[in-house]
């Protein structure tokens, strides 16, 4: 069942601006009663792959109902199309550049796309540089506010969908320095250990069920929380040890 509308808000704005808070004024004023959840605005600059892992591993622990906007826009004010994506009772808005797929995959994959193509639900006057304000967070509004998803505009069949990531890439670096990777512990049952190769060093990790089940200071191979195989340091940074970051290339194999 359903819970009641909320819009969850994940952008790489930062926080040194207004532009979260300008975002949130037009929320406001269309949808003054649905609670904002803000998600992270700390996603690197035009990141949109690291914006789409956030989105997949956060929007299915709300509720149906749930209004996810996500802004990581590099192509804002060109050609890119602005959609709405409808998945598993969810809706996700955002720029057509793969941002929303993975989520929508994870609530069971997009039943429908449709293009924002009614001018009634953006504001009246949009800016080329500022869709979070003029185009996204209003057609969020309207959406938890009970606009039917059908007046969004035409339907999309061809979305846009980010590559997937390869076996080994690093997928993210958490606050904590911990690297997820694109494996899942599976991969590797029955081993103790795995054996990695990072940087010209060849390093055995054990294979555990969390971090204090090594020494503080030693590195521990784990199944994370959405199910990757992740790197960690007990009580450390991981990723500055390793000298890595989202992107690289970690060769992982059973020790």
């Not at 009614?118 to 506010?145: M, W």
């Amino acid at each position: 069942m359903a819970g009641a509308p909320r819009i969850t808000f994940t952008t790489d704005y930062g926080l040194a601006d207004g532009f979260v808070a300008a975002c949130h004024g037009v929320i406001a004023g269309i949808a003054p009663v649905v609670p904002v959840v803000d998600v992270t605005h700390q996603v690197p600059p035009g990141d949109v792959r690291r914006g789409a892992l956030v989105l997949a591993q956060t929007v299915p622990w709300f509720p149906r109902g749930s209004v996810h906007v996500a802004v990581v826009d590099p192509g804002v004010g060109t050609a890119r199309r602005a959609i709405v994506l409808r998945a598993g009772g969810h809706l996700l808005v955002g720029p057509d550049n793969g941002l929303l797929m993975w989520a929508a995959r994870e609530l069971g994959g997009p039943a429908e796309v449709r293009e924002i193509a009614n001018p009634s639900l953006t504001l009246a006057r949009v800016s080329r540089t500022f869709h979070g304000r003029d185009v996204f967070a209003p057609v969020a509004a309207h959406l938890a506010a009970g606009t039917p998803f059908a007046e969004v505009g035409p339907a999309v069949t061809d979305p846009v969908a980010p590559a997937e990531p390869v076996p080994g890439e690093v997928l993210t670096v958490d606050h904590f320095g911990n690297v997820q990777l694109a494996h899942s512990t599976a991969e590797f049952a029955g081993a103790d250990t795995l054996r990695i190769e990072v940087g010209g060093r060849v390093l055995t990790v054990p294979l555990r069920g969390t971090f204090g089940e090594v020494a503080a200071g030693e590195l521990v191979a784990y199944a994370d929380s959405a199910g990757f195989l992740a790197i960690s340091l007990n009580r450390g940074d991981a990723a500055t040890l390793l000298g890595v970051r989202a992107g690289d290339r970690i060769k992982v194999r059973p020790g």
